[in-house]
């Protein structure tokens, strides 16, 4: 089992809709958790951060953290086609020292 | 300074000669990272460093990458006798402080390296 895992897509959805990104997690003793944006070509740029259960809003952008399930989403309302990349999702354990350990990133295509 | 600065920012090298990536974190910043991320693939972490404390060296992949941090800021990541699978985008990282793990990494732009 990997450490993070994310669903690896392309998830395509319509411009306009809401684009739902899943994390899970196997570490329950995982503290901080963090998506990152990449676009082709590009370095990752960190876009949320969440660090208590439940639901953190910024624009577009909501990131819902739950411990108990260990699953951490990313919620983009509005989609737009800017918004196609590849979404990373890290989180830091303890164990590691608090480095970030990183899924694999969901592609995300946002169709005209 | 205002980002994490890499130079050179690509990088074409024959098979066989040895290469210096560069990378100038963010002033204040006490960790650095490195990852290689080849085409369409994850982050693959190479090694990272914070403060004056031992380099954690476990992602070099073999014995002919190593890795530098000169008085805790700049860091020279150093490739030898390159091999075409070492072709791959560098990217370097920083952060603030280690221990909290609250802050996330700040990215470079990454060194785009092609051995041919």
């Known amino acids: 089992q990997k450490e993070v895992e994310q669903n690896s897509g392309p998830l395509s959805v319509p411009e306009g809709a809401i684009a739902s990104l899943n994390c899970t997690y196997s570490d329950r003793g995982s503290q901080s958790f963090f998506w990152y944006r990449q676009y082709s070509g590009k370095s990752p740029e960190l876009i949320m951060s969440i660090y208590s259960n439940g639901d953190k809003e910024d624009g577009r952008f909501t990131a819902q953290l739950n411990k108990a399930s260990q699953y951490v989403s990313l919620l983009i309302r509005d989609s737009q086609p800017s918004d196609s990349a590849t979404y990373l999702c890290a989180v830091t354990t303890l164990k590691a020292g608090y480095q970030l350990i990183w899924g694999a990133g969901t592609k995300l295509i946002i169709k005209p | 300074g205002a980002g994490v600065s890499q130079s050179p920012s690509n990088k074409v090298t024959e098979k066989g000669k040895d290469v210096e990536l560069r990378c100038d974190p963010i002033?204040?910043?006490?960790?650095l990272y490195w990852y290689r991320q080849s085409l369409g693939q994850g982050l693959e972490f190479l090694i990272y460093?914070?403060?004056?404390?031992?380099?954690?060296k476990s992602g070099l992949p073999s014995d002919r990458f190593s890795a530098e941090r000169t008085g805790g800021s700049v860091s020279t990541l150093t490739i030898q006798r390159t091999q075409q699978e070492d072709s791959a985008v560098y990217l370097c990282?920083?952060?603030?402080?280690?221990?909290?793990?609250?802050?996330?990494?700040?990215f470079g732009s990454g060194t785009r390296l092609t051995v041919v």
């Open positions: 460093f914070q403060g004056n404390s031992a380099p954690d």
């Open positions: 990282a920083s952060s603030p402080e280690f221990s909290s793990g609250r802050d996330g990494y700040t």
């Open positions: 002033s204040g910043h006490t960790a």
